[in-house]
């Protein structure tokens, strides 16, 4: 595919510095084929991990801001500098969350001063703001809603001239709100019955193995299994 | 897309029909002959590794082979002299690795975990569909089992599946304390179906359930007092010279420096080795996914099993470039999309087992019935709109925001247009023997999570491989905090052996391994040169390391 001749190639630049890349790749690849992968940090490659945040600017005066170089693609003329963001600690998950709580934990909550910037800021198009506002009501399982694709990538606090800390309380709110819910896995069922099938599956060759679990799959129990040959 | 008008007309004209077409089926000698004409693992193209401790009887891919006979990128003059000493040195940030962590924090033992890259940037951060257990209504543990031994081929290590599967609820119930967020109904969790599920049994968080299990566990050990050396990859075992894992030697990527530890135990949590892209598939993995582990262990004289066997997921996507090899998840199978060939035909069940779907797409492939992207790529179709045709307006939207998500940047919809998939290598099946404690066969080491093998056989269903790494995670924990031994001499003996025996057998290649990075990537194991060896030469120090730059990035949102 490097000889697909109808590949154009475009120029960028990366912290200043000039390269070409091939149209349609990423901003990752295109670092990679030149021999820069350490430009710009690195994790998933596949928009998740919140490693390769960048900022970008276009020539045109179109608009720029903070993208994922591992999703996004490159093009003519295109600026890239790196904007690596250093996580920082959360404040431990309380049980029962609300607003109070919150503001507790994190009494910056009300310093928002709704410039949005959090939510141009932010990759996953999350509705940063719109939940910061939710959170000072204490709406809170509309903010786990709300955060449930946050990949941590810190670029809405980075922005926040205010020290607000977003996705630090989103997380909050999530394992808060997660820790109170109860377990829902079912009881064992009896010993015995359990103990026979186990011996049903787990003796013999690996053939008679192999053929029983195809049986048992199909049914619920050696019981009905049993039955339904008779 | 318009690139593929007709196609894409054609499938939307024949959708309505084929809502309620039932499956393509296919028996089971069938399924053996598709699996050994098209599956990768069966191209032949293996050959016995010839060093190391099961040299001549290991079979496996060339590439594999390469990088098991591989010399150290040590320097032969180096000497490990520990500068850390920990009690239990967790090797891997990934999900198997904080688990341990997690399971050893009250334990009074100092816990250091080394991880390549960032802690949680790993497969487990990627996982998109989720988790199997069996909390239905009609399941069970039994059940469960069946299904993963049907569909490792029988293969799988018996003991470690019942392991797997007894303690599937104990881990849910583990997670959901720690804050993890399953769906929900009334009536307990919602549970998907997955390719070789004889019932209902997936768990999951929309499709982020791996996003959404890293980041709880990434945030408890946070909390923890476990220490964390992010940046630090492994890149030789030690032992004491008696067949004793005691510690390891990591290379500190940002200050390209060596770094000795001494441990009383050691946990290998590397994960898998799908940047190695083998056979030059494409990969669903992320950056740190290059087989190190097994590598390490090897030297260390552990067996590896099923290593003859990969996972290529059938989904991995084809359009856009950009995306290339990214997964598409099976639930969009599960929830009812279809796979088309480029006659607009379906050709195989898409909830038959991973390999055979994959298998079949390749065959559909080769046999000229593939899709040509203008980038020279070749899938077939998967039918996303069907899933809100079957399950109801906006449903693709609410469960697969992550998909949405990252086609809508390059303009695709799909829950109106179809999607372009081939298969992708996804997942190491084999891996490093270990028993139901998660001990390898040499003292003072563990191994848990892709690493390891034997427990699925030679296919892994979906959503077994996160219950895998909290059941076995967790094991690892449990065992070291009953066995551990006390702290022992550091050296690198077995290394030594292995490089006195590779000197007698001839023709070996150049390679370094582990090799840390994807080989397309350019990025290096590079010693940094000590400042007396050659005074004035820092070259290897200006490389720019990540936002290392002197430059200013601007204001993002200066054109607003
Ligand atoms: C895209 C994708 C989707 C998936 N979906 C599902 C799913 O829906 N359900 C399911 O059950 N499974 C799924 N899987 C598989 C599953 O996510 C992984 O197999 C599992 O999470 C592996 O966990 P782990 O802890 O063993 O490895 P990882 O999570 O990969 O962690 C290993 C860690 O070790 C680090 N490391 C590697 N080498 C070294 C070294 N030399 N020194 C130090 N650190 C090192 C890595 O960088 C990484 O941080 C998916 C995988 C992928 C890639
Ligand atoms: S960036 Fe900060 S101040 Fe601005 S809206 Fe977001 S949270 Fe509020
Ligand atoms: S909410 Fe903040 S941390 Fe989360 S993805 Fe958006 S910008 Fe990143
Ligand atoms: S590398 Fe993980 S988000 Fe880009």
Redesign the pocket.
């Known amino acids: 595919m490097k000889n697909n001749p109808e590949t154009k190639t475009v120029q960028i630049t990366v912290a200043g510095k000039p390269m070409e890349a091939r149209e349609g790749q990423t901003i990752v690849h295109a670092l990679w084929q030149a021999g820069m992968a350490s430009e710009v940090m690195t994790g998933c490659l ?1 928009g998740v991990c919140g490693a390769c945040t960048v900022s970008v600017r276009y020539p045109d005066g179109r608009k720029g801001g903070t993208e994922l170089a591992c999703l996004h693609q490159v093009e003519e003329g295109m600026q890239v500098f790196p904007f690596p963001v250093d996580p920082i600690p959360t404040k431990p998950p309380v049980k029962e969350p609300d607003a109070a709580k919150l503001r507790e934990a994190y009494p910056t909550l009300d310093r928002c001063t709704k410039c949005e910037s959090c939510t141009y800021a932010c990759p996953m198009d999350i509705p940063v703001m719109d939940s910061v506002l939710r959170m000072q009501k204490g709406e809170v399982e509309q903010v786990a809603q709300d955060f449930t694709t946050c990949i941590h990538c810190g670029l809405c606090r980075a922005v926040c001239e205010d020290k607000v800390e977003p996705h630090q309380m989103g997380m909050w709110v999530r394992r808060s709100l997660g820790q109170s819910l109860p377990n829902m896995t079912p009881q064992e069922e009896p010993e015995g019955e359990a103990e026979r099938e186990w011996g049903y599956l787990m003796e013999g060759t690996l053939e008679q193995r192999l053929e029983r679990a195809r049986q048992f799959r199909t049914q619920e129990s050696l019981n009905s299994l049993e039955d339904s040959k008779e | 897309m318009d690139w593929a008008g007709d196609q894409l007309r054609q499938i939307e004209a024949t959708r309505r029909q084929r809502l309620d077409e039932s499956a393509p089926k296919m028996d089971d000698s069938k399924a053996s002959t598709l699996l050994e004409n098209f599956h990768p693992d069966f191209k032949g193209l293996e050959r016995l590794v010839q060093v190391g401790p099961q040299a001549g009887k290991l079979k496996c891919l060339s590439e594999i082979a390469e990088l098991l006979e591989a010399d150290s990128p040590l320097p032969a003059v180096f000497e490990p002299s520990p500068t850390l000493e920990t009690d239990v040195l967790v ?7 904080l688990a341990a962590a997690l399971t050893l924090q009250n334990s009074g033992l100092q816990v250091t975990v ?4 960032r802690i949680g ?4 951060l ?6 199997q257990a069996a909390v239905g209504s009609n399941d069970s543990p039994r059940r469960h089992y069946a299904d993963t031994v049907v569909g490792g081929h029988g293969k799988n290590v018996p003991e470690l599946v019942r392991l797997l599967v007894e303690e599937a609820r104990p881990a849910i119930d583990w997670l959901t304390q720690l804050g993890v967020h399953f769906g929900r109904t009334e009536k307990g969790y919602e549970l998907k179906p997955g390719g070789g599920t004889s019932t209902p049994r997936v768990l999951s968080c929309q499709d982020v ?2 996003l959404e299990i890293m980041r709880v566990l990434r945030d408890a050990v946070f909390h923890g007092p476990a220490q964390l050396l992010e940046g ?3 890149v030789e075992l030690c032992d004491d010279g008696e067949g004793r894992v005691t510690g390891a030697v990591l290379w500190n990527s940002e200050a390209k420096e060596l770094v000795t530890v001494s441990a009383r135990a050691v946990l290998l ?4 080795s ?1 940047q190695l892209r083998l056979q030059g598939f494409a990969t ?3 950056l ?3 087989g ?2 097994l590598v390490l262990a090897w030297r260390q004289g552990c067996s590896l099993v099923h290593l003859d066997s990969f996972q290529y997921h059938p989904t991995g996507s084809v359009f856009p470039e950009a995306i290339a090899g990214q ?1 598409v ?1 099976e639930s969009a199978r599960s929830m009812g999309a279809q796979l088309l060939n480029a006659e607009g035909k379906r050709f195989i069940d898409e909830l038959s087992y991973r390999d055979r779907v994959a298998a079949a797409i390749i065959r559909e492939v080769s046999e000229g019935r593939g899709v040509t992207t203008p980038a020279g790529r070749q899938g077939v179709w998967l039918d996303t709109p069907l899933i809100d045709k079957r399950q109801g307006e906006g449903t693709l939207a609410r469960q697969f925001p992550g998909m949405i998500h990252r086609f809508k940047k390059y303009g695709i919809d799909p829950s109106t247009q179809p999607l372009l998939v081939y298969p992708t290598l ?2 190491q099946n084999g891996g490093v023997a270990i028993d139901q404690e998660a001990r390898t066969e040499r003292e003072g080491l563990w191994a848990a ?3 390891t093998g034997g427990l699925h056989g030679t296919n892994r269903l ?6 895998d ?1 909290i059941v076995f995670g967790r094991r690892a924990g449990e065992s070291i905090i009953s066995n551990i031994k006390d702290r022992g001499p550091v050296t690198l003996s077995a290394l030594s052996r292995f490089r006195k025996e590779r000197e007698t057998v001839s023709g070996l290649s150049q390679q370094k391994a ?1 090799q ?1 990075y994807p080989t397309v990537s350019g990025m290096k194991f590079e010693l940094k040169q000590a400042p007396l060896e050659k005074p004035g030469d820092d070259s290897f120090s200006q490389q720019g390391s990540a936002g290392g730059s002197s430059f200013e990035p601007p204001d993002p949102f200066s054109a607003r």
Do not use: C, F, Q, R
């Open positions: 596949g | 090797v891997g940030g990934g999900g198997a690795g080394a991880t390549k890259l940037d790993a497969n487990t990627m996982a998109e569909g989720g988790i359930t791996g630090h990859s492994a949590a590397t994960g898998g799908g669903s993995n992320h740190g996914a290059t190190d582990g997964l998840t996804h997942y999570g892709e690493v979906m959503g077994n491989s996160l219950l790494i582990p840390l």
